[in-house]
C-alpha cells in the first residue's frame, strides 16, 4: 500500500490543467483494475493550517500544487466491504483524501482528511514539532446518483486547526461511462440563478447573547457500573431561516437544573442523552478504537423545536467525529473548551469539558490527558518565570564582578 511522503508514487490515474486561481486545478481520476474510471474529481484548494513555533502560534497558508499526483491506494470499493476513496500526495508527506459512501439515491463525500507533515520547513518554517499530523471532517459534498456534483462558490472544510478552501469543483463518484455525467447537483452555495440581480443577501442576525452556560457532571451507567463521566457546561449555536426568510443564529445554553440526562452503555459505544423543553433530543456518542486503546467523541445528534422557524423541528447530526481523545481508562480534560463543528448549520461550544468513557473506575476520572490548549497556556507562565529567573541570576552577577572590581584598586594599611 502507498503511503504519504518518501518516494514519489507512480502517477497513475493522473491528468492536469493549467490554472492558477486559488492555486492550480487539476483532474483526478481513480480507475479499477479494469482501467474504468470509478471517480472524477475537479477542483483547485487552498489550505490554511496553524501550527507550533518556538515563539507560539503561527498561521500558514499554502496551495493544492498543479504536480499533486493520485496514490495507488486509491479504490474503488468492493461492495459491502469498502467505498471509493481518492487520495492525493504532494510536497514533503502532505496528502488529502476523500472517502465516498452511497444510498440508493445518492452519493457524498462521507470523510475528508488532510496529512501533513510539520517536517517540511518550506511550508511550516520553525515549527517546534516534526511530526506527521492527521485532521478529518464530515462534509457536505453530496449529489444525486448519476449525476456530477458542482460548486462554482468557494467551499470551506473546517478540520480542527486546518480549513481547506475548494473553488470551482467538480466531483462525481460511482460513474456510469468513465465520464462526468452531463447532469449535476449544484451546491448550496451557488444558489439559484435569477434573470435579474437579487438584493444583497443579509447577514445572519445573532439572537441576543444567552447567559453562560452551567458546568454540571452527567454519568451514564449500566449493567456493570458507569461508563461515562462528563463535567461539561453546553452551548448551541444553531443557524436557520426564519418565518420571514432572514437568517438568524441562535444560541442556546444547556440549563442543567432544567435539563433530564440519560444514556446507554456498549461494548464499542457509550451515549450520554439530553433533553430539556425546546431541546428533544441531544446525544453525545462515544466510540473507542480497540487498535489504538483510546475513546473519542463520535457523534452528536440534536433534535428541538424552533417555534420562529420557517420548519419549526430543526435535526442535525454527525457521526463521523474525532474529538475529545484519550485513551481508555485515561479522562481528556480542557479548560480552555472545545469548539465542535457538527454541520454547517450547527455547532457546540463545550465549556471546561472533563470526560472519561468506557473503562471509568470508582465513578472518578482517570489520570487526565490535557488539551493542547491547556498545554500552552501552562507552558507561557513557566517561560516567563524561567526568563525572570535568568534575568536576576544575571543581574546578580554582573553585581558581584562589579564589586569585586571595585576593591581591587585599594591596600590595606
Not at 87 to 93: D, L, Q, T
Not at 175 to 202: I, V, Y
Amino acid at each position: 500500500m502507498a503511503a504519504f511522503g518518501g518516494a514519489r508514487p507512480r502517477p497513475l490515474l493522473l491528468l492536469l490543467l493549467a490554472g492558477l486561481v486559488h492555486g492550480a486545478a487539476a483532474v483526478f481520476v481513480v480507475k479499477d483494475a479494469n482501467g474504468t474510471a470509478c471517480i472524477m474529481a475537479n477542483f483547485s484548494a487552498a489550505f490554511l493550517a496553524s501550527y507550533e513555533t518556538r515563539s507560539g502560534p503561527k498561521n500558514v497558508t499554502f496551495d493544492l500544487p498543479s504536480d499533486a499526483v493520485v496514490l495507488n491506494s486509491s479504490s474503488c470499493g468492493k461492495e459491502n466491504t469498502s467505498d471509493p476513496s481518492l487520495m492525493i500526495a504532494f510536497g514533503k508527506g502532505h496528502g488529502l483524501t476523500l472517502n465516498f459512501t452511497r444510498n440508493a439515491t445518492r452519493y457524498s463525500v462521507q470523510l475528508m482528511s488532510f496529512i501533513y507533515n510539520l517536517s517540511d520547513t518550506q511550508i511550516f518554517p520553525n515549527a517546534s514539532s516534526k511530526e506527521t499530523k492527521t485532521v478529518e471532517s464530515a462534509t457536505d459534498i453530496r449529489a444525486d446518483i448519476n449525476k456530477k456534483y458542482r460548486c462554482v462558490s468557494n467551499t470551506q472544510i473546517h478540520m480542527h486547526n486546518v480549513t481547506v478552501t475548494f473553488h470551482d469543483v467538480t466531483i462525481q463518484a460511482y460513474l456510469a461511462n468513465s465520464n462526468f455525467s452531463k447532469e449535476e447537483t449544484r451546491c448550496e452555495q451557488d444558489g439559484p440563478f435569477p434573470t435579474t440581480a437579487p438584493p444583497p443577501p443579509p447577514h445572519p442576525s445573532p439572537s441576543p447573547a444567552p447567559e453562560s452556560p452551567s458546568v454540571h457532571k452527567y454519568n451514564v451507567s449500566g449493567a456493570n457500573g458507569t461508563c461515562l463521566l462528563a463535567s461539561m457546561g453546553l452551548q448551541l449555536n444553531v443557524t436557520y431561516k426564519k418565518k420571514d426568510n432572514t437568517t438568524v443564529v441562535k444560541v442556546v445554553s444547556i440549563n442543567p437544573n432544567k435539563t433530564t440526562a440519560g444514556g446507554s452503555c456498549g461494548a464499542q459505544l457509550v451515549t450520554l442523552e439530553l433533553r430539556s423543553e425546546s431541546v428533544t433530543l441531544l446525544a453525545f456518542q462515544f466510540g473507542m478504537n480497540a487498535s489504538t486503546s483510546r475513546f473519542f467523541l463520535q457523534g452528536i445528534q440534536l433534535n428541538m423545536t424552533l417555534p420562529d422557524a420557517r420548519d419549526p423541528t430543526f435535526k442535525a447530526g454527525n457521526n463521523s467525529l474525532r474529538a475529545l481523545q484519550a485513551t481508555i481508562g485515561n479522562s481528556y480534560k480542557c479548560n480552555a473548551g472545545e469548539h465542535v463543528q457538527v454541520t454547517e448549520a450547527f455547532s457546540v461550544n463545550i465549556i471546561k469539558v472533563w470526560v472519561q468513557a468506557f473503562q471509568v473506575q470508582g465513578d472518578k476520572f482517570g489520570s487526565v490527558e490535557e488539551c493542547q490548549l491547556d498545554e500552552n497556556s501552562m507552558l507561557i507562565p513557566i517561560a516567563v518565570g524561567g526568563a525572570l529567573a535568568g534575568l536576576v541570576l544575571i543581574v546578580l552577577i554582573a553585581y558581584l564582578i562589579g564589586r569585586k572590581r571595585s576593591h581591587a584598586g585599594y591596600q590595606t594599611i
